[in-house]
């Protein structure tokens, strides 16, 4: 029992209006209330925002959130707002006035702001910014630092953001505010690089498991022409995901467009999203998407960080990832609401070859590649302990439920005849 041990739990019921902890979530509570730079390494959906927003709550002070999204920044402030805490943010489209304004109060003794939430640039390129946080500083109100998507840090990680590095002189000029990082990438390279960049070697590192009980995971047999991959996902959204929405991930944005256009001739409301498309675009389709009026987007992996819809019920893939890594975050952006969702993959040896270029210039080695292969060739062992050997983690073998086609096979023959029958029927 810690001293603020009560005060957590009222704040989590009163204040957030939960019942109790999600698995690590008070881990991380504990630790970063004890002034320790952690970081948490959480999957997606797993309640990480709790882990800097519930601590905001509990000491006197102002923590500074890290952010890379406005959408992300946008989503959060809302919600708190809402539960009457104080909060504010700057992004780069903050009206100079406001920024004035929001300056001001956090370099005050008697700040009553909670949380500030602020994209990683702030710390690059404006002087003022640093001035009042030093004042802030100063003033003993500076409690805690949180870095959300901490992995941006890393060349190694699958989102890399130059502004991230600015990041690295934090916890050298603000010694006694602990730094809190958290993340849904796991891998160990990435997190080391990650402590290094923000120079807090032998932090703290808080892992939970990256098991997702409730995301059935399957293997589908790719055909080769285009016409039948998209009968295949005709398929599936009209019978089996009918009613319900989802993302079709593709490596090309040829692909997504192609998907989106044909899937809409045959009567379905499918929507594309790609690099190619605009900022006001990308907004239109996504919240079309967020609403229902889609049923599912074909998208490349632009489509990705910032996608916060929690009742996600399958994700396709059209065409394996470039690696385990990018895989399980495309596919774990299904069933963040806790319940039944599944993840797709169609398979074939050809797109191997045509995601391997594109691996090999990006990465320099295809390792990584392996891993993904490895996962959809597999024939006899469980899916989920695939994924589990990936990270290193251990789920026993009662985990799965049936939550895979391999053990499950019942339902692979589902649809192994289901497509015979569908193919016939072209
Ligand atoms: P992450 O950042 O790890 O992907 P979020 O912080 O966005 O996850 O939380 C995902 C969802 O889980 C949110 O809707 C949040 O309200 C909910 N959540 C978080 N903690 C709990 C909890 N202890 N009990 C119930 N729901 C929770
Ligand atoms: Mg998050
Ligand atoms: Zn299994």
């Excluded at 957030?16 to 997606?44: C, D, W, Y």
């Excluded at 870095?147 to 934090?170: A, M, T």
Aim: contains cysteine; hydrophobic residues 35%; glycine residues 6%.
């Amino acid at each position: 029992n810690y001293t603020w041990s009560n005060d957590v739990k009222d704040i989590l019921q009163i204040v957030f209006q939960l019942e109790s902890f999600r698995p690590k979530q008070l881990s991380v509570i504990n630790a970063t209330l004890s002034g320790q730079h952690v970081i948490a390494v959480m999957p997606t959906g797993a309640g990480k925002s709790l882990c800097y927003q519930l601590p905001a709550m509990v000491q006197g002070g102002l923590t500074i959130v890290v952010s890379p999204l406005v959408s992300l920044i946008e989503d959060q402030v809302r919600s708190l707002t809402s539960k009457q805490i104080a909060v504010k943010y700057i992004t780069s489209t903050t009206p100079k006035e406001q920024i004035t304004e929001i300056l001001h109060t956090i370099s005050d003794k008697h700040c009553n702001m909670k949380l500030l939430y602020v994209t990683p640039e702030r710390f690059a390129k404006s002087k003022r910014f640093m001035a009042n946080l030093q004042k802030c500083y100063a003033n003993g109100r500076l409690q805690r630092i949180a870095i959300d998507e901490v992995h941006c840090c890393s060349q190694w990680g699958h989102d890399f953001r130059p502004d991230y590095k600015y990041l690295g002189i934090l916890s050298g000029m603000f010694q006694k505010t602990p730094i809190l990082g958290l993340t849904a990438t796991a891998t160990a390279h990435v997190l080391s690089d990650v402590q290094k960049m923000l120079s807090i070697p032998g932090s703290l590192v808080i892992k939970s498991t990256f098991n997702r009980p409730n995301l059935y995971y399957k293997i589908i047999k790719k055909p080769t022409s285009q016409d039948e991959c998209i009968s295949i996902i005709e398929n599936l959204l009209k019978h089996r995901y009918r009613g319900e929405t989802g993302i079709i991930y593709t490596n090309s944005i040829k692909d997504s467009e192609d998907i989106a256009i044909e899937l809409t001739k045959r009567g379905l409301k499918v929507g594309c999203y790609h690099a190619n498309l605009d900022a006001n675009d990308r907004t239109k389709v996504h919240t079309k998407w967020h609403e229902k009026k889609y049923q599912a987007l074909a998208a490349t992996v632009a489509f990705g960080m910032g996608i916060d819809k929690p009742d996600v019920r399958f994700v396709i893939h059209h065409t394996i990832s470039k690696t385990m890594e990018n895989y399980y975050q495309e596919s774990g952006r299904a069933g963040r609401d806790g319940n039944h969702a599944e993840c797709v993959t169609m398979y074939r040896m050809q797109d191997i070859f045509k995601v391997s270029s594109m691996v090999f210039s990006s990465i320099g080695n295809l390792d990584h590649l392996y891993g993904m292969v490895k996962y959809c060739l597999n024939g006899a062992t469980c899916r989920r302990q695939l994924i589990a050997e990936h990270f290193d983690e251990d789920w026993g073998d009662t985990d799965c439920n049936k939550m895979c086609d391999i053990c499950s096979d019942e339902q692979s023959e589902i649809e192994e005849i289901d497509l015979q029958w569908h193919c016939k029927t072209l």
